[in-house]
């Protein structure tokens, strides 16, 4: 379980944070894909948003 103060307010805060001891794969902007006729098509598969909740007793 994590803290709202677990929360990192900008990106260059957060990798900061990361153990360089692992390795990190960042994953960023719309999947692409082409289907049978080789038509580009982005945005597709998976959720269109992200929802976050932070819940602070």
Not at 4 to 32: Q, Y
Not at 47 to 52: A, E, F, G, N
């Amino acid at each position: 379980m994590y803290a709202a103060a677990d929360v990192s307010g900008d990106v260059p805060e957060a990798l900061e944070r990361l153990c360089s001891c692992r390795p990190l794969i960042f994953v960023s902007g719309p999947s692409a894909t082409s289907g049978n006729e080789l038509e580009r098509v982005e945005g597709v598969p998976g959720p269109r948003t992200l929802d976050i909740l932070i819940i602070e007793d």
